[in-house]
């Protein structure tokens, strides 16, 4: 018959609009890299691609949620490191990142920096150790809660300075940015593709990038080895999912999309500008993702448990 696929596979996907998932706030760096891609992706798979935030517990509910929807291409999910880092968080997750998602590809893997309110006391990343040590009480660390990409650097700024500091939990780094700059929260670690405006305009201190290298855009912020904590060294990778039974050609269609977004120039620039760049095409697979994932809940659950975190 002319039933057509129930999960609109095939050759008629898409036949509707697609809704990538932000798992923090809009205007944050999930979203800002999520809204780069949508446009080019969606011209490509000759399909109108919105954006939907939703926010809470650092990622964990927007990720739920779209482990949950319809298997049809039509609900996909833009996630970072969170992925990798939330069961050893989470005690109850509602989902297992290799279990209950398609992997669609690999998109970029962004810096950090350690981003303070302008008038914050210490002038160096050592400045701040030295004086986070002798004001742990009173410090306040902002960050999108408990399994976003925030926290996890939050925890590893703590453990390499020995330190045990207030965090103060946001839906996403867009508006902990926001309060940081308005002066309510003292430091974060965050995003160089959610920081670099606001570094470069002034209305933040930068102490450093998390990164071995220094980070082109950003060329006279020192890395944290040169300003030495060498130990905090960490940068967000991003993947795109789709739920577990979503049908292959639509898996493979979406990875297609997501190539030849990240081949466009336009993207490149924006990325380039924000301290970032497209993965290489071979790591926006399916395969390539899988890996990735399963290296990093390995490498993270070992982290956080040294850390002497407990899944709450
Ligand atoms: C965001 O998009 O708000 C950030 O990715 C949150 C985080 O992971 O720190």
Redesign the pocket.
Known sequence: GTGGTASGGGGAYPDRTITFV?P??AG?????VTRMIAEPMGAKLGGKIVVQNVEGA??TVGAGEVARAEPDGYTVLMH???MSTAPALYQDLGYQPLESFEMVGLVTEVPMTVVARKDFEPATLQDLVTYVKANASKVTLA???IG????L?GLLFQTAAGVKLQEVP?????P?LTDLVGGQVDFMC??TT?TSGQISAKEVKVYAVTTPERVGSLPDVPTTAEAGLPQLEVS?WHGLYAPKGTPPDVVSKLSEALKTALADQKVIDQMAKLGTAPVPAEDATPEAHRTKLQEQLGTWAKVIADAGVKAG
């Open positions: 932000v923090f706030s944050g760096p999930t979203d800002t650092g990622g970072h490191i969170g960050n999108a809660g976003a990409a925030s926290h650097c946001y839906e996403g780094t867009g902990a965050d995003q959610n967000v």
